[in-house]
């Protein structure tokens, strides 16, 4: 989280609605309005049942405020599994998990992006599979003792082009 | 019977054989074909979509033209390929001017995106294609009684109305397999909860806390095993029962589906990889 966790930082503001009017255009983005803030979200939710520093409820009332900064800076957002447990409860249809995402895509936009999230995505925008490092000798041992073919034949092309377009620029510092 | 184009997804082939194999023995004998995808690219669930909508659209679009390049449905077997493509594909056949500025991306190649073709999740295949009827007319070996708890997958049923797989605060295709199969389905306390899995590339520590939470509340039920339908979730679920935290536990064997299906319809434990699971399920695919 190495750019990220800058949330101490005292940021004045006052409340408005500016960062939801750029959230509602986001696709799922839609709804947030609609939030009531009952706690549906943070009831339903395994992160915020293991974890105290992780309230959904709050992170859309910091949106609701007009916290931007704040929010964007966070590794809250990043912590939303997007299992939409909280969805499917929300009497509202707030999507929570479209709502995070979109606050991710900003936030990476500004910089803002895990460490781990980084490697991940330099590795896929590269390789276009997630786990070539991890295809070893022995488990093209077992494919073949499965008979399964061994030569899985990944495409690199497409997800260069479609880093060079979408990425490229938004995953810097 | 019915043909699909396979894809595997990125973990499923490399961390999870045996799940692939296991796939493909199972639909065999039950009718469906199953056509291997090649020259196909990750579908940028999770890390590709918390950085880039657009580029997450992009990745699971070109696995949905590639389909259509073969002429065939697509059939997915891992719960966030599954939730990724059928929420770009709804998003796709919902907003033209997003799917013409995929099209034009995905014209470079020659591919195109028209919507005709279907996706669908392994549970789909059982319960639609294949159906209830024509399992349980395949079962030769029954098992007798073994207690088993289902997992479903928090991308395989959620959102419910775009994924349109299973009912998703009660889902119950894993369920009815079991008990076609002569198991017995068992219940658990946060059945629908998450197995922790989208945690680990953030917070590996909190991710087993959750593993490990859903894990006690099936141990509460005294069952034998868990049956998955993805093998992020099967993963997840084996791994957090190892580790210093967990040392003297009993370990509950977690299978996938045509894991355990398998063997009931008279195919051979080899041809399902069933030594090659970290937790042996031996004893109860035996019973």
Request: with cysteine; aromatic share 6%.
């Given at each position: 989280m190495s750019d990220l966790g800058q949330t101490e930082d005292h940021i004045e503001h006052v409340p408005n609605s500016d960062f939801t009017k750029e959230i509602e255009k986001e696709p799922g983005g839609e709804y947030i309005q609609r939030c009531i803030q009952c706690g549906m979200c943070t009831a339903s939710c395994m992160v915020a049942t293991m974890t105290e520093k992780y309230r959904p409820r709050k992170l859309i009332q910091q949106i609701l405020l007009g916290m931007r900064e704040e929010v964007l800076r966070s590794e809250l957002p990043w912590l939303c599994m997007t299992c939409r447990q909280c969805e499917e409860r929300c009497q509202e249809d707030v999507s929570l998990a479209d709502i995070f995402r979109a606050v991710r895509n900003l936030a990476a936009k500004e910089g803002h992006i895990p460490d781990t999230v980084r490697g991940v995505v330099d590795k896929v925008m590269e390789d276009g599979w997630m786990l070539k490092d991890g295809y070893s000798d022995f488990i093209e041992d077992d494919r073949d003792d499965l008979g399964l073919e061994t030569d899985l034949k990944w495409n690199t092309e497409f997800v260069r082009r479609v880093k060079k377009r979408y990425i490229d620029g938004v995953n810097k510092k | 019977m019915k043909e699909f184009a396979l894809y595997t997804g990125c973990t499923t082939p490399v961390r999870l054989p045996s799940y692939e194999a296991s796939v493909k023995a199972v639909l065999s004998r039950l009718g469906i074909t199953l056509v291997d995808m090649s020259d196909a690219n990750c579908c940028g669930a999770q890390y590709i979509e918390s950085v880039s909508h657009k580029a997450f659209v992009a990745m699971s679009a070109r696995i949905l033209a590639l389909a259509e390049k073969m002429g065939l449905d697509l059939l997915t077997v891992c719960g966030a390929c599954s939730g990724s493509i059928k929420t770009v594909k709804h998003e796709l056949?919902?907003?033209?001017?997003?799917?013409?500025?995929?099209?034009?991306?995905?014209?470079?190649?020659?591919?195109?995106?028209?919507?005709?073709?279907?996706?669908?999740?392994?549970?789909?295949?059982?319960?639609?294609?294949?159906?209830?009827?024509?399992?349980?007319?395949?079962?030769?070996?029954?098992?007798?009684?073994?207690?088993?708890?289902?997992?479903?997958?928090?991308?395989?049923?959620?959102?419910?109305?775009?994924?349109?797989?299973?009912?998703?605060?009660?889902?119950?295709?894993?369920?009815?397999?079991?008990?076609?199969?002569?198991?017995?389905?068992?219940?658990?306390?946060?059945?629908?909860?998450?197995?922790?899995?989208?945690?680990?590339?953030?917070?590996?520590?909190?991710?087993?806390?959750?593993?490990?939470?859903?894990?006690?509340?099936?141990?509460?039920?005294?069952?034998?095993?868990?049956?998955?339908?993805?093998?992020?979730?099967?993963?997840?679920?084996?791994?957090?029962?190892?580790?210093?935290?967990?040392?003297?536990?009993?370990?509950?064997?977690?299978?996938?589906?045509?894991?355990?299906?398998?063997?009931?319809?008279?195919?051979?434990?080899?041809?399902?990889?069933?030594?090659?699971?970290?937790?042996?399920?031996?004893?109860?695919?035996?019973?």
């Amino acid at each position: 989280m190495s750019d990220l966790g800058q949330t101490e930082d005292h940021i004045e503001h006052v409340p408005n609605s500016d960062f939801t009017k750029e959230i509602e255009k986001e696709p799922g983005g839609e709804y947030i309005q609609r939030c009531i803030q009952c706690g549906m979200c943070t009831a339903s939710c395994m992160v915020a049942t293991m974890t105290e520093k992780y309230r959904p409820r709050k992170l859309i009332q910091q949106i609701l405020l007009g916290m931007r900064e704040e929010v964007l800076r966070s590794e809250l957002p990043w912590l939303c599994m997007t299992c939409r447990q909280c969805e499917e409860r929300c009497q509202e249809d707030v999507s929570l998990a479209d709502i995070f995402r979109a606050v991710r895509n900003l936030a990476a936009k500004e910089g803002h992006i895990p460490d781990t999230v980084r490697g991940v995505v330099d590795k896929v925008m590269e390789d276009g599979w997630m786990l070539k490092d991890g295809y070893s000798d022995f488990i093209e041992d077992d494919r073949d003792d499965l008979g399964l073919e061994t030569d899985l034949k990944w495409n690199t092309e497409f997800v260069r082009r479609v880093k060079k377009r979408y990425i490229d620029g938004v995953n810097k510092k | 019977m019915k043909e699909f184009a396979l894809y595997t997804g990125c973990t499923t082939p490399v961390r999870l054989p045996s799940y692939e194999a296991s796939v493909k023995a199972v639909l065999s004998r039950l009718g469906i074909t199953l056509v291997d995808m090649s020259d196909a690219n990750c579908c940028g669930a999770q890390y590709i979509e918390s950085v880039s909508h657009k580029a997450f659209v992009a990745m699971s679009a070109r696995i949905l033209a590639l389909a259509e390049k073969m002429g065939l449905d697509l059939l997915t077997v891992c719960g966030a390929c599954s939730g990724s493509i059928k929420t770009v594909k709804h998003e796709l056949d919902h907003d033209k001017k997003l799917r013409d500025e995929i099209n034009a991306l995905l014209a470079e190649e020659g591919l195109t995106y028209t919507g005709k073709y279907e996706v669908k999740h392994l549970l789909q295949v059982f319960a639609e294609d294949i159906g209830y009827e024509a399992i349980r007319e395949a079962i030769v070996r029954p098992y007798k009684g073994v207690r088993l708890s289902a997992h479903y997958g928090c991308h395989v049923t959620r959102p419910e109305e775009i994924v349109q797989v299973d009912d998703a605060e009660n889902p119950t295709i894993i369920d009815k397999i079991i008990e076609i199969a002569g198991g017995t389905a068992v219940d658990y306390v946060g059945k629908t909860r998450c197995c922790g899995g989208p945690m680990l590339g953030v917070d590996p520590i909190l991710a087993s806390r959750i593993g490990r939470d859903k894990i006690e509340n099936i141990r509460a039920e005294n069952v034998q095993g868990i049956v998955t339908v993805c093998e992020f979730c099967n993963l997840q679920l084996t791994q957090v029962q190892f580790g210093d935290e967990v040392e003297g536990l009993d370990k509950i064997p977690v299978i996938t589906l045509p894991q355990f299906l398998g063997p009931a319809l008279g195919i051979d434990f080899d041809s399902l990889g069933i030594s090659m699971n970290r937790i042996s399920p031996q004893p109860v695919l035996q019973g």
